[in-house]
């Protein structure tokens, strides 16, 4: 692990402070400093009118690339780099295309730890810097929180935005936006595809769900608000994602395109609150959907590539004059109807900024390049949305403070006040939804026998979590036996849990997407036979409950099954602490789905 920023680093950095100093002496030192936003136009137009049509339209690309360093990955990353996207390494990656952005991901390689992380920003800043028309990258990444988080351990790690909507505090969601912006802006990383701020009404979603703050959209606009407060105080931009809404789907994005149903007035009313909400607390962007939304544009384009919704009613409309960026480009959702070349030209030309991590990177430039030449993009064009990008990264300080430092990430990623608070936080959003005969909090019930799914934890959390629960419990005292028993349990492992159970005073059972009759609805019906009383917690969606049996002794929703949540949960099944949170979503029966099993804002206290 390398915990100081390399001598060749400083030396590169002092050289790359040279260039920009020497584009311009005029960038103020600090922000308090900064003229008005008509002197700063000038200054951004002029870096602009120096740059050629290539340097241009690679200013509107954001990238990924392979590695843990700028110049010197591993042999591997190389190799997928070379493969994927024609360079070695992301130096390379900026000097042939002049990309004005990169995404870290996990599985890129990109985020080993917080000082290899400082390290790779510094190496791609500098890499920025070093071009012909120095410009500063915007690094970004998905730090959502909960059950979509690239930065792991030791960084702190908050609950996801359904377990927030649970907590229901403001105060809360802005703490997680200024710790969690601050920690990322000690590493280099300036803008957070952060909060969702989809309204998710349908229990089956599978791309949003958790990763939404609820179905009330006021309740929804609040929490989103004051998270883009919090990132925003800490000097990271905030991504309000996934315009116009992604909340009522049942298709996967990823892997075919949604139609959103809703009328226009429905819209209005479910939909576009906390894009409004967002935009009022000064959110630097905006990402887009690829969904149909017929109703907004019977065009049936994705909403990525819609100018009646980007332009018409983001811009217009709600008069957004930030920065717009698309969703994956890689998505499938958004290649079903045209091709990798046409599609980044099209966005472009419904009102989008940034264009993120086409699937060929080669492609998609070439294809705006085409279009410009063509003249079927004005050169005038690509300038309105690089002035919008060049405003964003000097709001975000990049021009004057590009670099990070290993101090700056010893004295702030991972410091204990900020896990102190996670862990406090967590705690306000614990929803105890049964407990019939009062078996919680537990007393007299030492012996606990720990079973059921153990999915993939979030990134950077220790995980599994039937172990990190039985741990939390076995630190408050308990005395703890652990079966994981998996998403999809056998049935000898059914049989296996069931004699476990035998002679344990409680058994905790975690499900994770149970379904009605699948087998861990079995698994709990199977434990509940045994007469040891049975608490059921959903590890992941709170709708678990409708599809389980009766017989329960009692039943908590965590929302996810990251660490700080399995702990919270543990502290208030020992009674540490009580239950706090209320559901954000209605849990529909299973039998009617018409009518609420419990409705928005149900849960017990001790």
Same mark, same amino acid.
């Given at each position: 692990m390398q915990h100081r920023t390399s001598r060749r680093s400083l030396l590169t950095t002092t050289a790359a402070v040279a260039a920009i100093t020497a584009l311009g002496s005029q960038f103020p030192a600090r922000?308090?400093?900064?003229?008005?936003?008509?002197?700063?136009?000038? !200054?951004l137009r002029a870096i602009i009118a120096r740059m050629s049509v290539e340097e241009k339209i690679g200013q509107l690309f954001v990238m990924r690339v392979y590695g843990h360093s700028a110049t010197a990955p591993d042999q591997a990353d190389i190799d997928a780099n070379l493969r994927e996207l024609g360079v070695r390494n992301a130096a390379e990656l900026i000097a042939k295309y002049h990309v004005g952005g990169i995404i870290y991901f996990t599985w890129a390689h990109n985020t080993r730890d917080p000082h290899q992380i400082a390290d790779l920003s510094n190496g791609i800043q500098a890499a920025g810097l070093a071009q012909r028309v120095p410009v500063p990258l915007l690094i970004a990444t998905?730090? #959502?929180?909960?059950?979509?988080?690239?930065?792991?351990?030791?960084?702190?790690?908050?609950?996801?935005?359904?377990?927030?909507?649970?907590?229901?505090?403001?105060?809360?969601? *802005?703490?997680?936006?200024?710790?969690?912006?601050?920690?990322?802006?000690?590493?280099?990383? *300036?803008?957070?595809?952060?909060?969702?701020?989809?309204?998710? &009404?349908? @229990?089956?979603?599978?791309?949003?769900?958790?990763?939404?703050?609820?179905?009330?959209?006021?309740?929804?606009? *609040?929490?989103?608000?004051?998270?883009?407060?919090?990132?925003?105080?800490?000097?990271?931009?905030?991504?309000?994602?996934?315009?116009?809404?992604h909340g009522d789907t049942s298709v996967d994005s990823h892997t075919g395109i949604p139609v959103i149903t809703h009328t226009r007035e429905q819209w209005e009313r479910l939909d576009a609150p906390p894009f409004k909400a967002a935009i009022d607390a000064g959110i630097d962007a905006i990402m887009t959907a690829h969904i149909q939304f017929p109703a907004l544009d019977p065009?049936?384009?994705?909403?990525?590539?819609?100018?009646?919704?980007?332009?018409?009613?983001?811009?217009?409309q709600l008069g957004f004059d930030g920065v717009v960026i698309t969703d994956?480009?890689?998505?499938?959702?958004? !290649?079903?109807?045209?091709?990798?070349?046409?599609?980044?030209?099209?966005?472009?030309?419904?009102?989008?900024?940034?264009?993120?991590?086409?699937?060929?990177?080669?492609?998609?430039?070439?294809?705006?390049?085409?279009?410009?030449?063509?003249?079927?993009?004005?050169?005038?064009?690509?300038?309105?949305?690089?002035?919008?990008?060049? *405003?964003?990264?000097?709001?975000?300080?990049?021009?004057?403070?590009?670099?990070?430092?290993?101090?700056?990430?010893?004295?702030?990623?991972?410091?204990?006040?900020?896990?102190?608070?996670?862990? #406090?936080i967590a705690e306000r959003t614990t929803t105890l939804l049964a407990n019939p005969h009062g078996l919680l909090p537990l007393s007299g019930h030492d012996r606990v026998l720990v079973v059921g799914a153990d999915p993939d934890s979030p990134s950077g959390t220790t995980g599994p979590p039937?172990?990190?629960?039985?741990?939390?419990?076995? #630190?408050?005292?308990?005395r703890t036996t652990v079966l994981p028993t998996g998403t999809l349990p056998s049935p000898a492992q059914i049989e296996a849990a069931v004699a476990a159970a035998s002679g344990q005073d409680a058994v905790i059972v975690g499900t994770y997407d149970a379904g009605a009759g699948g087998a861990q609805s079995?698994?709990?019906?199977?434990?509940?036979?045994?007469?040891? @009383?049975? &608490?059921?917690?959903?590890?992941?969606? @709170?709708?678990?409950?409708?599809?389980?049996?009766?017989?329960?002794?009692?039943?908590?929703? &965590?929302?996810?099954?990251?660490?700080?949540?399995?702990?919270?949960a543990a502290r208030v099944l020992a009674g540490r602490v009580g239950p706090r949170g209320r559901l954000p979503v209605a849990v529909p029966r299973a039998d009617d789905p018409t009518q609420d099993l419990y409705p928005i804002g149900y849960g017990l206290s001790y």
């Open positions: 922000a308090s400093d900064a003229p008005d936003a008509a002197a700063t136009d000038r !200054r998905d730090q #959502e929180h909960g059950a979509v988080c690239r930065v792991g351990r030791p960084a702190t790690l908050f609950p996801g935005a359904m377990a927030m909507g649970a907590g229901g505090s403001t105060g809360d969601a *802005r703490t997680l936006g200024r710790i969690s912006g601050a920690e990322l802006a000690a590493i280099g990383i *300036r803008q957070d595809y952060s909060p969702d701020a989809d309204v998710n &009404i349908n @229990p089956a979603n599978p791309v949003i769900g958790v990763r939404s703050f609820g179905a009330d959209p006021a309740a929804v606009a *609040r929490m989103v608000a004051a998270e883009v407060r919090g990132y925003q105080d800490s000097s990271v931009a905030a991504t309000a994602k996934h315009f116009p809404g065009s049936n384009d994705p909403a990525t590539l819609s100018h009646p919704i980007l332009t018409g009613i983001l811009r217009e994956s480009l890689g998505m499938q959702g958004v !290649r079903d109807k045209y091709g990798d070349d046409r599609v980044p030209v099209l966005a472009l030309k419904a009102g989008v900024d940034q264009l993120l991590d086409p699937p060929k990177l080669d492609v998609a430039f070439s294809g705006v390049r085409a279009a410009v030449a063509s003249g079927e993009l004005p050169e005038s064009r690509l300038d309105e949305s690089i002035l919008r990008i060049l *405003r964003l990264k000097d709001r975000r300080g990049l021009f004057t403070r590009p670099y990070v430092t290993a101090r700056g990430v010893d004295r702030t990623v991972g410091r204990q006040a900020h896990l102190a608070a996670a862990d #406090e039937t172990s990190v629960l039985s741990s939390a419990l076995t #630190e408050l005292g308990f079995r698994l709990v019906a199977a434990l509940v036979a045994t007469g040891v @009383p049975v &608490i059921h917690l959903a590890l992941r969606n @709170p709708y678990d409950i409708a599809h389980l049996t009766t017989g329960y002794a009692a039943s908590l929703a &965590i929302y996810c099954w990251t660490d700080v949540e399995l702990r919270a």
